[in-house]
């Protein structure tokens, strides 16, 4: 599909039972109130209500609202099923990280796509050893197949990603990773984390990057991008911030490059907190950069 023809359809997901509830559940509004709908001619195609927050961590799992979240991810996989059924891209704004499994069921239940995860934090941690217990530090690995199976396994479908299908970008968290006992990537997971992108150069890396994502054996892939891996200085608006990061241009072109692949099927966009952006100068930069990328503005 070219950028000509894409027809995007947005879906607001927004989810905080991986979080809490402290202001990411306002980031559709947001975002929309400043226009991203209108600047990609997008249709409003679905809004998904979340069940209620519990702060209590499930005993099972060791993972807030893990009940909860595998019960509301099929039906964000649902709704994101019925816009690629309808020819569209959508475009999918959380909430927090954990609406990953929802996205990424909702392609598994098609067949064998990949995953560009442009985060600011692997997210990889085991319910064991994570502090608070918020998916949203694990869902790349839930995503992958690596926690509990209430949460790994969906629908008996997991791994939603297989490993090797998957590539994290932009990362920066390695200290926070040891400090806490973060279990390690998987080596045939491809990890490019921003000292390697800087590296690279961002379009190199990108380009390398998607390279990967669109070989034999896969349909498609699909992208996840988390506000904080955005630089902090210009995107303070997430729950957890570390310094540096990338900036709108880095981010624009690493996404302009998965958007040219023509592989790409969906993108989600998470943990951008409202709250926490008091003038909306941090709101309207995401806004003009997805437009951008997505829309090739």
């Known amino acids: 599909m070219s950028e000509l023809s894409r027809r995007y359809a947005i879906i607001e997901a927004p989810s905080v039972l991986g979080l809490k509830p402290t202001g990411v559940e306002r980031l559709p509004e947001q975002l929309l109130g400043f226009g991203l709908a209108e600047r990609l001619q997008a249709r409003r195609a679905a809004r998904l209500e979340t069940p209620a927050y519990c702060a209590e961590r499930d005993p099972q799992t060791k993972t807030l609202n893990a009940q909860a979240i595998a019960a509301w991810s099929p039906k964000l996989a649902d709704a994101v099923g019925a816009t690629l059924d309808a020819g569209e891209f959508p475009v999918v704004l959380g909430g927090d990280c954990s609406i990953l499994l929802g996205t990424t069921l909702a392609l598994k239940r098609r067949g064998r796509y990949g995953l560009l995860f442009i985060d600011g934090h692997a997210d990889f941690y085991q319910p064991e050893v994570n502090p608070n217990g918020e998916a949203a530090s694990m869902d790349l690995a839930f995503a992958t197949g690596h926690g509990p199976q209430l ?3 969906l629908e008996g479908r997991g791994p939603l990603v297989r490993d090797e299908d998957a590539v994290v970008f932009g990362f920066r968290d390695a200290d926070e990773q040891a400090t806490y006992g973060s279990q390690p990537l998987p080596p045939s997971l491809r990890a490019f984390d921003l000292a390697t992108v ?4 961002v379009e190199r890396a990108a380009r390398t990057a ?4 669109t070989r ?3 349909e498609g892939f699909f992208i996840h991008v988390d506000a904080d891996s955005l630089d902090d200085d210009i995107m303070p608006a997430v729950d957890y911030r570390i310094a540096g990061g990338l900036s709108w241009d880095e981010l624009a072109s690493a996404l302009q490059i998965a958007i040219a692949s023509a592989r790409a099927v969906g993108i989600e966009i998470t943990i951008y907190n409202p709250n ?3 003038d909306g100068a941090a709101g309207r930069g995401l ?7 997505l829309a090739f503005e």
């Open 276 to 278: 926490l952006d008091a």
């Open 198 to 201: 800087r590296r690279l150069g």
């Open 216 to 218: 034999d054996g896969l």
């Open 210 to 213: 998607v390279e990967h994502l």
């Open 151 to 153: 949460l790994t396994d």
């Open 287 to 293: 806004v003009h950069t997805l437009s951008r990328a």
